[in-house]
C-alpha cells in the first residue's frame, strides 16, 4: 500500500508563488511515477504534470508550461511542485498520485492523496 500527504497549499496572489510537496510512504514508493492534478469545483480532475520513477522525464499540461516545475527527492520519497506566475484560475484542491506509469489521465492511477488546497486571489 502506498500513502500519500501533500502539504503547502494556501492562498497566493496572481503572480506569485506557491510550492506543494507530497510525502509518499509505503511500498516501493521510489520505482512508483508521480504526478500532480487539480480539480476545480463543478469541473472534472486534470493532469498538472508527472515525473518518473528517477525523474528522468517530467510532462506538463500546457496550461502550465514554463510556470510550474515538478522535482522528486527519491531519498526522502517526497515529489515537489513549484507553481510560479499563478493565475486565479490555478484555483482549484491540487492531488498528488502515484502509478506504475506516468500517464496524463486520472482513472489510471491507483494511489492518491487527500488533496491540498490552492487559491489564487486577483
Known amino acids: 500500500q502506498v500513502r500519500l500527504v501533500e502539504s503547502g497549499g494556501g492562498l497566493a496572489q496572481a503572480g506569485g508563488s506557491l510550492n506543494l510537496s507530497c510525502a509518499a510512504s509505503g511500498r516501493i514508493v521510489s520505482m512508483l511515477a508521480m504526478a500532480w492534478f487539480r480539480q476545480a469545483p463543478g469541473k472534472e480532475r486534470e493532469f498538472v504534470g508527472g515525473?518518473?520513477?528517477?525523474?528522468?522525464?517530467?510532462r506538463y499540461a500546457d496550461f502550465v508550461k514554463g510556470r510550474f516545475t515538478i522535482s522528486r527527492d527519491n531519498a526522502k520519497n517526497t515529489v515537489f511542485l513549484r507553481m510560479n506566475s499563478l493565475k486565479p484560475e490555478d484555483t482549484a484542491v491540487y492531488y498528488c498520485?502515484?502509478?506504475?506509469?506516468?500517464?496524463?489521465?486520472?482513472?489510471?492511477?491507483?494511489?492518491w492523496g487527500q488533496g491540498t488546497q490552492v487559491t489564487v486571489s486577483s
Open positions: 498520485a502515484a502509478d506504475s506509469y506516468l500517464r496524463d489521465y486520472h482513472g489510471q492511477y491507483d494511489y
Open positions: 515525473i518518473s520513477w528517477n525523474g528522468g522525464t517530467t
